[in-house]
């Protein structure tokens, strides 16, 4: 029994907002980081949208200039801090402990912290948004001097925003370690964890080792800001270019914290649908070892043109291309693990595939992008930002979806309507496309990111991909109905709710019927 319900046995049953106020049950806090999570994608979904209407056309229409780049800056930081990394939250606090034969998280009250502090570092950013002069409006990626000299006073909320967001994930992740590392049911070894849990510590580790240079490169911003520190004011003796270096030593891991938890859901997910035992388990594991000490010697490839000396472009091409090599391995154990497989098409195998096929071609588009003569032309066009929403929304987001299809009738003892998910599905596929592909080829004929406007030869490209971005977004009016339907009632979920993990034995290297919640025998 877990620690609320025996709770709640004793005192009666919690009612209302103090249960959710005050649960130290992994399964509520699972659920409102992933209610939280939604309700930041579609904060950030909107704040696309008015992107996408202002680029519908060129010239300017709807939004001035500088409203226009305080959206880019808030709706980047709401879908990586607000959306993706909330909801992988969610589904560790939802799914590890059941998956590793735990009561709960081994640090219940920190993880209720955790997730409370989060509603207001998200409120302050938003409220920055309506200080005299609007939000930050530096880009997501606040270089300076952007975000020092020539700023307003909306830096000090958003520096705070950021500080509270990273607290919070180093809370989650503390939790997340001791949880694994102490809480495993008698004879679960380590090679016999599931994939999803392998990945969510392998992120956790990730998260301690990058927030607090986030925590650095805010902390010194503030202080170039206000206190007359000269880090990064060449002026003073300081650096711009060092701020990158510190950002991306963050900020490339950080990609990887967004997409490792992802692989986990494909890996759970791709075996039970296939019918099959995950296909390499022992080098699934290394591989997401390898990647994530790989991310951490990968950061200046973003930097190619500032002007680093031949040696350092050359490390840092070739250890990207490097990074492809693990990745390539998990494509090509998900694929043999399907090979030949008994496949049945439900919405998370539909998603799964999705995921590893447009994953895929985000992360051939980043191959593109480590070589660094080529990168001088790609570098800050509309090539990047298809490349990255590729890997973020086809990969992160995707996984994301399937793991909620996947679980959802586990979650609420009810089934979803399956032709609705599958027209979710469909309305996402088609209009992801639509909204992201041609970004590659505006990109490549020299179309900059984060304009407001561009040149006429653009238009009939930038009209087709806020038609896509617009029916992206109303698909996902579509989930949420889906979701919230769900959660509400209707058919109750059967006890094996996907039969495509019937009759699967529990194996070493195989997490495929982990959704049936049941304790492997070894464990009994």
């Known amino acids: 029994m877990s620690t609320a319900a025996a709770t709640h046995e004793h005192h009666g049953p919690a009612t209302g907002i103090k249960r959710w106020l005050f649960t130290t049950n992994h399964k509520d806090i699972g659920t409102l980081y992933l209610l939280f999570s939604l ?13 996408r209407a202002e680029l519908f056309q060129p010239g300017l229409q709807l939004v001035d200039p500088h409203f226009f780049n305080q959206m880019t800056t808030v709706h980047g930081l709401i879908m990586v801090f607000g959306a993706v990394m909330p909801a992988f939250t969610g589904l560790a606090n939802w799914m590890i402990p059941m998956m590793i034969g735990a009561p709960d998280m081994a640090l219940p009250r920190m993880n209720n912290w955790s997730f409370w502090i989060l509603p207001f570092a998200f409120a302050i950013l938003l409220a920055s948004l309506f200080m005299e002069g609007g939000g930050p409006a530096f880009g997501w990626t606040f270089y300076a001097p952007l975000s020092t000299t020539y700023s307003n006073d909306n830096t000090a909320l958003f520096v705070f925003a950021i500080h509270i967001m990273g607290i919070s994930s180093i809370m989650g992740a503390i939790n997340v370690i001791v949880t694994i590392v102490n809480m495993r049911a008698p004879g679960m070894k380590w090679m016999k964890l599931p994939l999803f849990v392998w990945t969510w510590l392998i992120t956790a580790f990730l998260l301690i080792a990058v927030m607090p240079v986030l925590a650095g490169a805010v902390t010194m911003v503030l202080t170039d800001k206000y206190f007359g520190t000269d880090f990064f004011n060449a ?11 510190i950002f991306w030593f963050f900020g490339h891991p950080e990609v990887y914290i967004m997409i490792l938890p992802a692989f986990g859901i494909i890996s759970t997910i791709v075996p039970a649908f296939s019918r099959k035992k995950l296909f390499g388990y022992s080098s699934m594991v290394y591989a997401t070892a390898s990647i994530a000490l790989l991310s951490f010697i990968v950061w200046a490839h973003h930097m190619f043109t500032t002007g680093m000396p031949l040696a350092g472009e050359l490390f840092f091409m070739y250890s990207t291309m490097l990074i492809s090599v693990p990745t390539g391995v998990k494509v090509f154990n998900w694929v043999a693990t399907m090979w030949r497989g008994s496949i ?9 595939i999705a995921f590893i ?3 895929t071609l985000g992360g051939f588009s980043g191959l593109m992008l480590a070589i660094t003569p080529v990168d001088f032309q790609y570098h800050d066009t509309y090539f990047v930002v298809a490349h990255f929403h590729y890997v973020l929304v086809t990969g992160a987001v995707f996984s994301i979806m ?10 609420t003892g009810h089934m979803y309507s399956p032709t609705l998910a599958k027209w979710h599905f469909w309305m996402s596929l088609i209009s992801v496309n639509v909204l992201f592909f041609p970004m590659h080829f505006v990109g490549l ?12 030869q653009f238009a009939d490209f930038n009209a087709i991909i806020s038609i896509g971005g617009f029916a992206f977004g109303l698909s996902q009016l579509l989930f949420v109905a889906v979701v919230f339907k769900c959660i509400k009632g209707g058919e109750k979920a059967p006890a094996k709710v996907w039969d495509g993990a019937e ?11 982990y959704h049936t919640f049941e304790t ?4 009994k």
Do not use: C, N
């Open 402 to 411: 399937a793991a909620a299809y996947y679980w959802l009738p586990k979650w």
């Open 39 to 51: 309700l930041m994608f579609l904060t950030g979904g909107a704040m696309a949208m008015v992107i």
């Open 520 to 523: 492997p025998p070894e464990v």
């Open 235 to 245: 002026a003073g003796g300081g650096d711009p270019v060092m701020f990158q270096h």
């Open 503 to 513: 009759g699967l034995e529990w194996q070493v290297a195989s997490p495929a019927p």
């Open 344 to 352: 049945s098409f439900e919405a998370p195998m539909m998603f799964a």
């Open 357 to 359: 096929v447009l994953f």
């Open 445 to 456: 004929a020299g179309m900059p990111r984060r304009i407001p406007d561009y040149a006429l």
